[in-house]
């Protein structure tokens, strides 16, 4: 029960941290947003754009945790109990498939904002930016990543003598 607690908690925060990098992205790129709605783009393929993105970052970003994780978590593993772990391949893509819908639902709220946007407005230069303006995509992966290694503690079990022992926070 308290590793459900622990999980949910990690995906409420995931969804805010994901949500908040989203409005960023949409914030930076209100012109470019703009330019496609008065070049004849319709919302359909903004909010393609955007929610891909953002499953797509979500993807890269739990990929990238769960090897890292793993790497981790068999370090400590060999150092302190002489053993190695298993790769729970059901559980990694579960994990995955999970963090491509949270980045999903995280991303709607900037996705309304980003098809909200008017033309005129933003191309003639009175839109506001965010002060969270990263310009930087490695710098938006990491909430992701952060995410990916604490749920990664959350699911990971270490198998020794027919024992399971559960790593958690």
């Not at 992205?25 to 955007?50: C, M, Q, W, Y």
């Not at 729970?88 to 949270?102: M, T």
């Not at 002060?131 to 930087?136: Q, S």
């Amino acid at each position: 029960m308290r590793n459900l607690i622990a999980t949910i908690v990690v995906l409420l925060l995931t969804l805010i941290c994901v949500a908040a990098m989203m409005m960023a992205v949409v914030t930076e790129r209100r012109k470019e947003i703009g330019l496609k709605k008065a070049l004849g783009a319709d919302n359909k393929s903004i909010i393609f754009d955007f929610l891909g993105e953002g499953c797509v970052l979500g993807a890269l970003g739990r990929l990238l945790g769960m090897g890292l994780g793993f790497a981790f978590a068999q370090v400590v593993s060999i150092e302190v109990f002489g053993r190695t772990i298993e790769f729970l391949w059901l559980i990694a893509i579960f994990s995955v498939l999970l963090s491509i819908v949270v980045t999903g639902a995280a991303s709607l709220s900037s996705v309304k904002i980003a098809i909200s946007v008017e033309p005129a407005i933003v191309l003639r230069g009175r839109y506001y930016m965010s002060l969270l303006d990263f310009g930087n995509y490695t710098l938006k992966v990491i909430p992701f990543f952060l995410s990916s290694i604490a749920v990664l503690v959350l699911f990971f079990t270490i198998r020794i003598d027919g024992t399971i022992v559960q790593l958690s926070c």
